[in-house]
């Protein structure tokens, strides 16, 4: 890897948090979580076809291409302090220790949390609309709860957080920021980084849900972007808004692919790899025109906003507790009333699960997300001022920066 030694060096140069980013991912993170709530149930097609709608499809129900926003912003928050103004050193063991905190000591405060409510809440009920019992289904057993603890076990209908494969991807693709900021830092960086991109394209298994290179080609675009976003922005600025408004519809239409995908009969893995790429594009182009217009930006830093913004971690996280373990029971109450299948159950399902997820993912946020920073942040200051790690030449001075987690 080239050495960062070399790249002049500020006493601490601050980076401000850009709330904008925070709401984004907490938009992000409802559409995983309405995406989901949805896919619980089998519901008559004609109830759920105004789901499938154009920009409302993405904006609330696609919870692939709301990851692909995940990833592309963590390649972009991450890289942004190393890469851009007045960048900071790059300490790379206190990174990934950082990184590894804030990642995966939420995730095992959840994953504990889902393991008492698969052993002592969740039951089978008959109701409807039909649940869809995929999850949860395969006894527990204790080898594999090893292999969760380091992302490791991918059986959707075993892993007791389904929707943690995203974070074993984020684990990789946080460990090879050391090598993307590197990379950015060079003369040519654009080529660099694009056969870098290219080489994870075609050389990761192209048909593992869990491992495809096309993910970490997201984590390289955000790169990229905080590369260049102060000059991209200051452009943008000179334009009008309908011009920055043009960019953002064309960044959604770029980031609604896989509408485009299902409506002309593209199926299959290597459809949906394009489809990765050209969504993560289209995150780009969304995230450059949010941060260039105050007007765009305004509503994103509407304070309810920005509050899902900062739990969406927790959001993340905690979705499945409530869509297993409190949803079917509902309906089978309601059924039990007299209620049957009706399409006014729909938006009752998608506004439930939204109001209890939140009621879970704040007292969440404050047990143990919070901790879990100010432990990243203990932990960085001991491993600054450790005499070991400076005899062997890999300390380099870390902008004081909160790294956030893909849900955060």
Known sequence: MPS???VPQPSEPSVQRIETLDSIRGLAALAVLFGHAIGMFLWPAGWV?????PLLNAAFFDGRSAVTMFFVLSGFVLARPYVSGPRAALNIPVFYIRRIIRIWLPWFCAFALSLICRLWLFHVYPTRPKDIFVFWQQPIRWQEILLQCGFLFHSLTARLVPQDWSLGVELIGSALIPLFVALARRPLHWLWLSLLALALYFVVPRDDLFSSGCYYVS?????????????????????????????????????EMR?????????????????????????????????????????????????IGRVSYSIYLLQFIVLLCIMPPLFAWLNRMGFGPSPWMLPLDVFTALVLTLALAWPFYRVAELPSIDLGHWVSAKLKNAKWLSRNGTILRENVYKSPAPGE
Do not use: M
Request: proline letters at 1%.
């Open 219 to 255: 984590f390289i675009l955000g790169v990229l972007l905080a590369r260049h976003h102060e000059r991209l922005i200051a452009w943008l600025k000179q334009l009008n808004f309908y011009c920055r408004s043009g960019l953002l519809l064309v960044g959604l239409a770029l980031y």
């Open 259 to 307: 509408r485009a995908e299902d409506h002309f009969g593209f199926n299959g893995w290597t459809a949906d790899r394009i489809a990765w790429v050209i969504c993560s594009v289209g995150c780009v182009f969304i995230i450059a025109a949010t941060l260039s217009s105050r007007r765009i930006g305004a509503f994103l830093t509407i304070r309810p906003v920005v509050w």
């Open 49 to 53: 076809q105004w789901t499938k709608y």
């Open 4 to 6: 960062l030694n070399h």
